[in-house]
């Protein structure tokens, strides 16, 4: 979709739903809209993460707030219009789907009235996603062939109202209500007052399809009951019927592994996608904290060394492979310039990464420890070492190749910078309080940047309530210098092992 290719000098306006909680919910024609518009106009319960996909130029707009602007809807209104109307492209992004509950209908009458071209853009509606998460299917063969969609807000309450809940009580096996925790016990008692069985089952779903989801069985006859011992707030939906008894067979999504677990990540926010989405995937909620960014350094390409000029050739990360190549590639050369030399790879990522390039390494050592790189290797007596890689790699690696008499060129190509992090203060708030279950290091470079981010209260005080996981035995050790009880180690240097350990250990504290 080329959104740009309008001819006409009016601008558009997509009204897209944003799915529920999880942002990998929105739809492909969501994230194109996002991708190609001018001014994004989004709901204050939104998932910010889905505002990544906006282009740098686009204007991003919170919706005012429902709960303290009485006009809100008339405020949107004229903003989609006068926006239109100075030829943007404008997405009006909302939770849910535009036309479930959503007041996207009104949205669109505003437009056609103003003459606005629009389009709808389709999202999956909580009481399909939240019940689907929470292991309740709306529809069952053997259990239910009907289902409705109704606002539990209070106005559907009143006499005056134009739900029919004497007829709706009973005319749908499943019942999906909307915005209806706050008057939960007035709609049990209509339900029941008209005819609805006292022991059909209920469920509510708090924040469904995220890591915080909350799901409360019981029945209407008791549903009230629990729900005030344990003070659950919305949003939630209230799912009636006897599909509810299916969740314990059907649940997937909050028995994973690491389901509700507050995990922070600490590497780089470039390399920190595939770490954060197997997290994820586990069930976690990950919260991104990068305490470096990864930058070459300033050199110019005709300095770099060929790998012909060597007998080996040493990567010891993907960063290394990627900025040695670039700086290849900028001076006319490419893969075949290896074709001399004998090539290591450290970690099955570095292994990855030359193997991306049509590069399969010769070597790749057990460990990602540069003494035992360079005890593994082979005989490299009076043998010509390249070693591209990070300003502050540690010394063992070279330091022990020499030791060997080999003559080491160390040739460093990108350095690890401190960053700052806007959310230094809540970070150190939900540490201090317990908010937070792991840290995790990559590096030492992240330990150490992460420490000079927070210089008070000591390290010690500073995770004590929290479980510190680390990616290897030289990431350990720096924890360890620094004060830190390092409860997970790696087995390997890979974020996938990583994980594993971290699973592992929650595990052994469940047995």
Sequence with gaps: MNLSMRTSHTGIVYIVGAGPGDRKLITLKGIECLQQADVVIYDLLLNDALLKHCSAHAEKIQAPDPRIRANRQAELNQLLVKYANEGKIVVRLKGGDPYIFGRGGEEAMALAGASIPFEIVPGVTSAIAASAYAGIPVTH????????????????????????????????????VYMGVAHLQQIVERLTTHGRDPHTPVSLVRVGTTPQQVVIQGTLADIVEKVETVQLKSPAIIVVGEVNQLRDQLRWFDNKPLFGKRILVTRARAQ?????????????????????EIRPLEIDSAEIPLPDQYDWVIFTSVNAVEIYYTHLRE??????????????????????????????????????????????????????????????????????????????????????????????????????????????????????????MFPTPAANVLLANVRVAVIGPTTEATATKHGVRVDVVAEEATIESLVEAIIAEYQNLSE
């Design 141 to 176: 063969r053997d259990y239910a062939s009907s289902v409705a969609f109704v606002t539990g807000h209070s106005a559907a309450l009143h006499p005056d109202s134009n739900i029919n809940w004497e007829q709706l009580a009973t005319a749908v096996d499943t019942l999906v």
């Design 331 to 452: 001076k006319g050369n490419d893969t075949r310039v290896f074709g001399g030399c004998s090539i290591c790879a450290v970690g099955p990522k570095t292994v990855e990464a030359l193997n991306c390039i049509g590069i399969f390494p010769d070597f790749v050592p057990s460990h990602a420890s540069g003494k035992v790189v360079a005890t593994e290797i082979e005989d490299v007596q009076g043998k010509k070492i390249l070693l591209p890689r990070a300003k502050i790699a540690t010394a063992d690696l070279p330091n022990t190749l020499r030791e060997r008499e080999a003559h080491v060129d160390d040739i460093p190509l990108y350095d690890t910078v401190k960053i700052a992090n806007e959310n230094s203060d809540v970070i150190k708030k939900d540490l201090l309080e317990g908010n937070v279950d792991f840290v995790t290091f990559t590096s030492s470079s992240t330990v150490t940047n992460f420490f000079q």
């Design 272 to 292: 920190a996608s595939g770490f954060a989405d197997l997290l994820e995937a586990n069930g976690a909620e990950v919260i991104q904290f990068p305490t470096i």
